[in-house]
T-cell receptor, first 112, second 114 residues
Framework: NAGVTQTPKFRVLKTGQSMTLLCAQD?????MYWYRQDPGMGLRLIHY???????AKGEVPDGYNVSRLKKQNFLLGLESAAPSQTSVYFC???????????FGPGTRLTVT | GNSVTQMEGPVTLSEEAFLTINCTYT??????LFWYVQYPGEGLQLLLK?????DKGSNKGFEATYRKETTSFHLEKGSVQVSDSAVYFC?????????????FGQGTTLQVKP
């Protein structure tokens, strides 16, 4: 039982490049989330999903897209990376709507 | 919607000192309350939770009591260790429908010195 895994762990992009971050969970959770964590800003929700095939915007969705084609996977895409997207990205999942969230180890992204 | 206010850090303590990290909330009804911990270079992990008023959550020597009278959920530990150095987040459900979203406090950095 690996829990929540994230790929890759580190990435450096140049401005304008695109990439996809992959989140996978093996706990059969319905709900999945993408956050970014920046110094002094705490955790901010980017997008989330309440089930396979569904996505919704969070607090800071601009510049990101997501897809949830399979229940166990939640992908976060950056179509045209900007230096402001330099951050640590965390994926999380939960079984119940009001329950605890389980976090992945994070992806550290630097955009130059 | 719901909200949470957490004491700012950093908090620096000597080993075996008593720890309190304050957390207050505003919420509709009586939602579950959570404390998460983030060790250096890792993701957040649930430290403890309380699901109703007057409940006490506990784990790894940490405790927090859900107090509806003062709308607080303060984190305490009687004797901290160097290994407790981490960032601590108070959290509660967003309160807007069954989305599973959590509201996190800004986080409090704890540094424990030997």
């Amino acid at each position: 039982n690996a829990g929540v895994t994230q790929t890759p762990k580190f990435r450096v992009l140049k401005t304008g490049q695109s990439m996809t971050l992959l989140c996978a969970q093996d706990m059969n959770h319905e709900y999945m989330y993408w956050y970014r964590q920046d110094p002094g800003m705490g955790l901010r929700l980017i997008h989330y999903s309440v089930g396979e095939g569904t996505t919704a915007k969070g607090e800071v969705p601009d510049g990101y897209n997501v897809s949830r084609l399979k229940k166990q996977n939640f992908l976060l895409g950056l179509e045209s990376a900007a230096p402001s997207q330099t951050s640590v990205y965390f994926c999380a999942s939960s079984y119940l709507g009001e329950g605890e969230q389980y976090f992945g180890p994070g992806t550290r992204l630097t955009v130059t | 919607g719901n909200s949470v206010t957490q004491m700012e850090g950093p908090v620096t303590l000597s080993e075996e000192a008593f720890l309190t990290i304050n957390c207050t909330y505003t919420a509709t009804g009586y939602p579950s309350l959570f404390w998460y911990v983030q060790y250096p270079g890792e993701g957040l992990q649930l430290l403890l939770k309380a699901t109703k008023a007057d409940d006490k959550g506990s784990n790894k020597g940490f405790e927090a009591t859900y107090r509806k009278e003062t709308t607080s959920f303060h984190l305490e530990k009687g004797s901290v260790q160097v290994s407790d150095s981490a960032v601590y987040f108070c959290a509660l459900p967003h309160g807007s429908g069954n989305t599973g979203k959590l509201i996190f406090g800004q986080g409090t950095t704890l540094q424990v010195k030997p």
